[in-house]
């Protein structure tokens, strides 16, 4: 079964500086979809940037990019330019591709919680 | 275009009653996630329907159980509710099977007394 670990339950960063957090997987599959959600204290789910394994050029969204190294099986989000907005539980999560029916759920790391100090 | 709702948003009951959830997923969507989510245990994938069969069920008793519908909504119904049952309740849809991106509704909490 996949895992994935964030090995940073929190971070913080003063605003307009650059922050950058860890993820980890380990998976047997070579194809598979890793994801970088945020979840601010509304609750709501919402999705920073999704990076597809068989593509080595990393992921890109505005203020918001990752560092995926497949062999290492490493994926973290750099965000740039923090702003208070930014400020949110970050969840990193792994979904294998069809080829392994019945196992493409998406699978959590346990979260890393971002302050943005002023 | 709308997101993913969930109705309804907060939801207190008490051990031993049933409840039901319900998720609209963003239109033409056809898949539809659930995920519970405790601060003890994280969040877990419970089950996801697509073209109204479960295709994938995740490690929770039979009191949870779940249904989609042909317009892709679905409903999750937990029976004989437990104090542990207390949690966020998330639904996430895609546009198809398994290689979408699952984008998320904002949650029902459920509180069992």
């Known amino acids: 079964a996949q895992t994935v670990t964030q090995s940073q339950p929190e971070m913080s960063v003063q605003e307009a500086e650059t922050v950058t957090l860890s993820c980890t997987y380990d998976t047997s599959e070579s194809d598979y979809y890793l994801f970088w959600y945020k979840q601010p204290p509304s609750r709501q789910m919402i999705l920073v940037i999704r990076?597809?394994?068989?593509?080595?050029q990393n992921a890109t969204e505005n203020r918001f990019s990752v560092n995926f190294q497949k062999a290492a099986k490493s994926f973290s989000l750099k965000i740039s330019d923090s702003q208070l907005g930014d400020a949110a539980m970050y969840f990193c999560a792994y979904r294998s591709v069809g080829s392994n029916f019945g196992n493409e759920k998406l699978t959590f790391g346990t979260g890393t919680r971002l302050t943005i100090i002023p | 275009k709308a997101g993913v709702t969930q109705t309804p948003r907060y939801l207190i009951k008490t051990r031993g009653q049933q409840v039901t959830l319900s998720c609209s997923p963003i239109s033409g969507h056809r898949s539809v996630s659930w995920y519970q989510q405790t601060p003890g245990q994280g969040l877990q994938f419970l089950f996801e329907y697509f073209s109204e069969t479960q295709r994938n069920k995740g490690n929770f008793p039979g009191r949870f159980s779940g249904r989609q519908f042909s317009n892709s909504r679905s409903e999750m119904n937990v029976s004989t509710l437990e104090l542990g049952d207390s949690a966020l309740y998330l639904c996430a849809s895609s546009l198809e099977y398994s290689t979408d991106t699952q984008y998320f509704g904002p949650g029902t909490r459920l509180t069992v007394l």
């Open positions: 990076q597809e394994a068989y593509k080595q």
